[in-house]
């Protein structure tokens, strides 16, 4: 089984217009990337079919808080057989325990936060707060990190900055994605690997160095691993031939690709 734990869609009639913003801001910042799906439901399956990948978590950005109760809503209903989501919640809310209560009576798995598109962070007093109650309601909270091709630097969020958050906190699942910061891997070295978070493998195994990558599963352990492609913006089928070509055993592989996956999603 291969779970892909970091993917994104967009409803049918916000899609067309979400992924042409995207791939503007992208070409606007001088990184240049192409939308590989429709960021729709039924083209996330279609390319799940053609990349063998069984099931995908989406991961949806709240990028107001007035879309919080229509994302979350939207998020649920888009929920299949093969299809787990996770929800969100804007840094801005004026209720975050109303917000968070919603993410989790929704059934959803846990909530997405993005540093740049929301403007906060991690370490931030009030995000300190939605962590906490999110752990209490049972929910994983995942960060984008590091670098994004779509935003101007200086970015909100990287590895130092990671490491503090974290020391707030234990026994809450906090998952980074980007192997834990894109494009600042020394650094997730020297700040993330062997604390007590996450990694997910997102936009990826085409960019980190495979000795480094290596390096860090050694480290961290592959038991704290999750494969992710980021689709619509990687091709996971080709992500997933450079990690089952790496000198991992089968049973990092397994660990990386579903196995802890499945215990994080109770699956």
Known sequence: MVIDFHTHIFPDSLAPRARKSLEDSTVHFGHPYTA?????????????????????????VVTKPSQTVTTNTWAAEAQC???????????????????????ASLGLKGIKLHTEYQRFYPEEER??????????????????????????????SNPERFAKMLENFSGGTFVLAHLGSQEMWDDVEKYLVGKD??????????????EQFLRIVKNHGADKILFGSDSPWSNASKELAILNSLPLTAAEKQLILCDNAKKLLNL
């Open 197 to 210: 978070v996450y990694f997910d493998t997102s936009m990826g195994f085409e960019c980190y160095p495979s």
């Open 81 to 103: 057989d093969r299809i787990i989501a996770f929800g969100g919640i804007h840094p801005d809310t004026d209720d975050y325990k109303r917000d968070l209560d919603l993410v």
């Open 127 to 156: 995000m300190l707060r939605i962590y906490d109650y999110a752990f209490s309601k049972g929910l994983i909270v995942l960060h984008h990190a590091g670098f994004d091709p779509g935003m101007p630097e200086p970015f909100h």
């Open 36 to 60: 590989l799906t429709e960021m729709t439901r039924a083209s996330l399956l279609e390319h799940m079919n053609m990349w063998g990948v069984d099931i995908s978590v989406i991961q949806p």
